[in-house]
């Protein structure tokens, strides 16, 4: 058994103290007892009695069997979907460790299957089509419409047969640019079932970054739409897309279609720029197509999708992931951690553009068979009220959001929350960076009326779906903490050395085996996916994530230990930002690092050295903000730029980094030992430029 399972075998979850264990005693033994108690709080007794795992007795049971018995646990679950040919003798082999050569990880190989099959058909042929699969909410209030199981089937084949018409065949990548339409989804699906490979680039990127992506993984289609209103803004995504691939053209990389779908709410038809034999308008061709669409068998290991996602270097790096272990992986997490029931509404505020929106808003919930809301719009447009009105009017029961949104609706006040009735709600999420503790209790008592389990899933981009979270009705929760692996996850907390830590303590995440949601490659960087997750400490994967472990094992995650930066959820390397930056013709070098921010989590701060002779001025700053703006999206443009005469570097040319965060979070008194840079009066500068 793993060091975490001796932890909460021995019941030392539980701080000393009578009082509480029997407390606890009472839980497991299913009296009806709930309080919250100093820093634990405890799910209620009508909760836990009707929860999937309503103990931490029923939870060890089934956690322990799942590392003593890999393959039969996931064999068990795995044989809920449909398989057109099982799986081979072996359920999985692994090489974490590379001392022993390269890494490789699979799941169910040999297995046939399809995911879109077991996300549609399966649930239509069981008799479940008629059940709304999406209700969708506009930008605008009033503005919806709703897809039933069967409904969805019929529009994702008419697109699953148009791309084949276009020549789209298995294995082939296709890059999907669109805003939460319902056509987002639709098209993901429509790629799986005809075992092409989608990448779904988030509509905020630039066209540079879009390009990127595109010569990246050379797709034959992209599909996006002419334009979304967002709040009160209107986005050209279709201007996007053509600056785009006029980009990648230039570069050898042709798109040979744009399938493009009209908007109508937001930008008129007539209106959108056009370049004929490329574009194609989504309504003149795919309702023409059948209506049903022979699913294409795929193995377990062919790939599902690319995502890409920011590391601390440069290039954004293409998550690959494969289908069968990310059928069965994320289909139960989303089970378990929402504590799912087929009457539930769910909402996932994500964006399909991220890995949340891909699990937990498309394949997790439609695997499940459950009715997911799709929003368009801006969680605080019109009003502060909006999201609240959306779940009274869908009567949403699982409400699943990142803490930056749970921040910026904090500071607007209870009344915004407290004018709807939200009775239906029953399980809240919350992803995508660490929730502080006041932000959980507000989450907990107003938007909850301290009555729905949080859970506080954490997860990547890489690790396909939740690797620690709480799931309702089992544990007592702690505000803040992730609490306990999910079933087949062995986390590991390691020291700079790479040596496994006990007990209390803190350090880097690692996992010691592989989990069947995990990422396999990417894309066609075997070795970058070598070095950056498995040789920082060899025999586990390594998340870049810090995160302490306490007196009763529960998980505190501390944030990124690399040079990732976490802006409201999103990833973002620093050196993209940099990269960025320096791009522009008047800045010399730029260093860019993270600082708390009240709302976002982190803020981009930037420290820009200029050219030999160049001033400072508003309009420059303003420029170069524009530049990172047009170069990644808005959502990475820095919120601070500091004018720097010279950067802290050491003799071999390193910038110092850990002065730089100290310097913008002007913790002055703790630069520590700066007799280690060539020049240290740089620093000196630097703080006496702090407020220009
Ligand atoms: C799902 C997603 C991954 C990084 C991850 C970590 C942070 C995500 C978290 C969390 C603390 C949570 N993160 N969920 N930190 N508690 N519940 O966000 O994927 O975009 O790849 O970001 O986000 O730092 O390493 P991705």
Request: net charge negative.
């Amino acid at each position: 058994t793993s060091d975490h399972l001796r932890h909460v075998d021995s019941m030392s979850i539980l701080p000393s103290g009578a009082g509480r264990i029997s407390k606890l005693n009472a839980l497991i033994l299913g009296d009806s007892l709930a309080s919250e108690e100093d820093d634990l709080i405890f799910p209620s007794p009508s909760f836990s009695s009707q929860a999937l795992v309503p103990s931490p007795q029923k939870y060890m049971e089934m956690y322990s069997r799942s590392i003593k018995d890999p393959a039969g646990f996931w064999s068990d679950i795995a044989s809920d979907f449909y398989w057109k040919t099982r799986w081979g003798p072996q359920v999985y082999s692994e090489n974490l460790d590379i001392r022993k050569g390269n890494i490789k990880i699979e799941w169910f190989k040999g297995g046939i299957t399809n995911i879109c099959y077991n996300c549609l058909d399966r649930h239509v042929e069981s008799g479940n089509g008629d059940k709304v699969a999406f209700f969708w909410e506009g930008n605008e209030p009033g503005f919806d419409a709703m897809l039933t199981y069967s409904q969805l089937l019929s529009r994702v084949c008419q697109l699953a047969n148009y791309l084949k018409d276009v020549g789209i065949c298995k294995g082939d990548a296709v890059i999907i640019y669109l805003p939460m339409l319902m056509e987002l989804p639709i098209a993901m699906l429509a790629c799986s079932r005809i075992g092409a490979v989608h990448s779904v680039v988030f509509a905020g990127f630039s066209a540079e970054s879009l390009a990127q992506r595109i010569m990246d993984c050379k797709p034959k289609v992209v599909i996006t739409c002419n334009a979304v209103q967002r709040g009160s803004k209107i986005i050209y995504l279709k201007d996007i897309v053509d600056a785009a691939l006029t980009e990648s053209a230039e570069n050898g990389v042709a798109v040979d279609v744009c399938l493009t779908y009209a908007n109508e709410l937001a930008m008129k038809k007539e209106s959108t720029k056009w370049k004929e034999g490329r574009d194609i308008w989504w309504q003149d061709v795919v309702p023409n197509h059948p209506s049903a669409c022979d699913i294409e068998w795929v193995d377990a290991e062919d790939p599902l999708f690319l995502l890409y996602t920011s590391g601390s270097t440069g290039k954004p790096k293409g998550v690959l992931h494969t289908t069968g272990g990310y059928m069965v992986y994320t289909a139960t997490t989303f089970k378990y951690a929402f504590d799912y029931k087929p009457s539930d509404v769910y909402w996932c505020t994500a964006d399909c553009g991220w890995i949340t929106g891909h699990s937990y808003v498309t394949y997790g919930p439609l695997l499940n068979g459950a009715t997911v809301v799709v929003f368009e719009g801006a969680p605080n447009y019109p009003n502060a009220g909006r999201c609240w009105e959306i779940v009274d009017k869908f009567k949403v029961s699982i409400f699943y959001t990142a803490p930056t949104l749970v921040r910026s609706l904090m500071r607007e006040g209870d009344q915004h929350v407290k004018r709807y009735s939200r009775k239906s709600l029953r399980v809240l999420g919350s992803v995508g960076e660490p929730i502080n503790p006041s932000a959980w209790r507000w989450f907990f008592n107003v938007v909850g009326d301290s009555r729905c389990p949080i859970s506080d899933t954490w997860w990547q981009t890489e690790t396909g779906g939740f690797l620690i979270t709480p799931l309702p009705g089992a544990w007592p929760q702690k505000p803040g903490s992730a609490t306990f692996p999910f079933f087949g996850v062995q986390p590991v907390i390691v020291d700079e050395k790479g040596v496994e830590i006990e007990g209390e303590c803190s350090g880097y995440l690692c996992v010691k085996a592989s989990w069947p949601g995990a990422f396999r490659t990417l894309y066609g960087d075997h070795e970058r996916y070598e070095t950056t997750y498995f040789s920082a400490f060899p025999g586990y994967y390594f998340s870049g994530d810090g995160c302490s472990r306490d007196k009763d094992g529960y998980h505190w995650l501390t944030g990124r230990v690399d040079d990732v930066i976490n802006v409201s959820g999103h990833r973002i390397g620093t050196a993209e930002v940099e990269s960025a930056l320096v791009s522009h013709p008047q800045c010399a070098e730029a260093a860019v690092v993270g600082v708390e921010h009240e709302v976002k989590g982190q803020g981009i701060y930037a420290f820009v050295s200029l050219v030999e002779g160049v001033p400072y001025s508003e309009e420059l700053r303003k420029s170069l903000i524009t530049t990172v703006r047009n170069q990644i999206g808005a959502f990475a443009a820095p919120d601070k730029i500091h004018w720097a005469p010279g950067l802290p570097k050491t003799r071999s040319g390193k910038i110092m980094r850990r002065i730089l965060r100290k310097i913008a979070s002007r913790q002055l008194n703790e630069l520590g030992d700066t007799s280690t840079l060539a020049d240290p009066s740089v620093v000196d500068q630097l703080i006496a430029l702090s407020d220009a």
